[in-house]
């Protein structure tokens, strides 16, 4: 087995880790992992994200399940606009990309376009995490028409992002949670992964045509590991400082979405 190889799956037990402790971030790392370290191609990347993230937040969502810590009949209004665009992005929008783009003379591949979408979902989701720090005033849910129209395109957006980019939207999911449905944060993180865990596996379903060219032994492998960063992470929840560990990985995930920028940019240059 190739070194890099052995280095993509310690970076497995971070993906699990960050899943564990904030119920998010883990699903954006796993993307760059699989096209850079384990070189598949983007398109097919997405769906190794897909079953890996849906695999790691069903998992997750097991316990807080049992301890009713998930609120199903919010799952089920954000759940329903989410899934609908989950489908219609991976089996319509995504396929309607062609494998060459031309704006204004200058041709841009389709796997250019994914991963340079991909970082700009870095970047957001680290200022996302950066910023969430702030105290903020929860208003309750009242069950008003505006809070349930937030929530269906809040719902629509992070289906949208899944389908494109195969990130499951923790960072989008649980500020909205408590900031429009006004649930605690631990509720939110639980109600997030379960969220995730099911966007993730529709999303797969909708695309099972692409299961054939997966390597069941790198998707198995990471997986697998990922869930060993998942039990660390859930076990040091309680005892961590979250909101440095926060800042930390806000800032992490800012230099990994540059770097991604970056090297996407160097390599349509070079082409």
């Not at 070194?3 to 993906?15: E, P, Q, S």
């Not at 564990?20 to 990347?45: D, K, N, R």
């Amino acid at each position: 087995m190739e070194l890099i190889f052995i280095a993509g799956f310690i970076l497995a037990v971070l993906v699990g880790l960050s899943m564990g402790l904030m119920g998010s971030g883990g699903s954006i790392l796993t993307l760059p992992i699989f096209v850079y370290i384990f070189h598949i191609e983007p398109q097919f990347a997405l769906d190794y994200s897909l079953f890996s993230i849906g695999v790691l937040a069903l998992v997750g969502s097991i316990s807080p399940l049992k301890k009713r810590e998930i609120d199903l009949k919010t799952t089920a209004i954000f759940l329903i606009p989410s899934l609908i665009s989950v489908y219609l992005t991976k089996r319509y929008l995504l396929v309607a990309i062609p494998e060459l783009v031309q704006i204004e003379g200058i041709e841009i591949s389709r796997n250019h376009i994914i991963m340079l979408l991909f970082s700009l979902v870095i970047l957001i989701s680290a200022t996302a995490m950066v910023r969430g720090n702030k105290q903020v005033q929860i208003s309750p849910f009242m069950g008003g028409l505006r809070q349930l129209l937030k929530i269906i395109l809040v719902g629509l957006l992070v289906g949208i992002m899944t389908g494109l980019v195969g990130a499951g939207g923790g960072f989008i999911i649980v500020p909205a949670l408590v900031l429009l449905l006004g649930i605690p944060l631990k509720q939110a993180i639980a109600t997030s992964l379960f969220i995730i865990g099911l966007n993730a596996s529709f999303g797969l379903i909708a695309n099972y045509h692409f299961l054939e060219h997966m390597d069941w032994f790198i998707l198995t492998t990471f997986t697998l590991i990922t869930l060993i960063g998942l039990q660390i992470g859930s076990k040091w929840k309680d005892k961590l400082d979250a909101v440095k560990l926060k800042n930390i990985f806000g800032y992490f995930l800012s230099s990994i979405g540059i770097l991604i920028f970056v090297f996407e940019i160097i390599q349509f240059v070079n082409h």
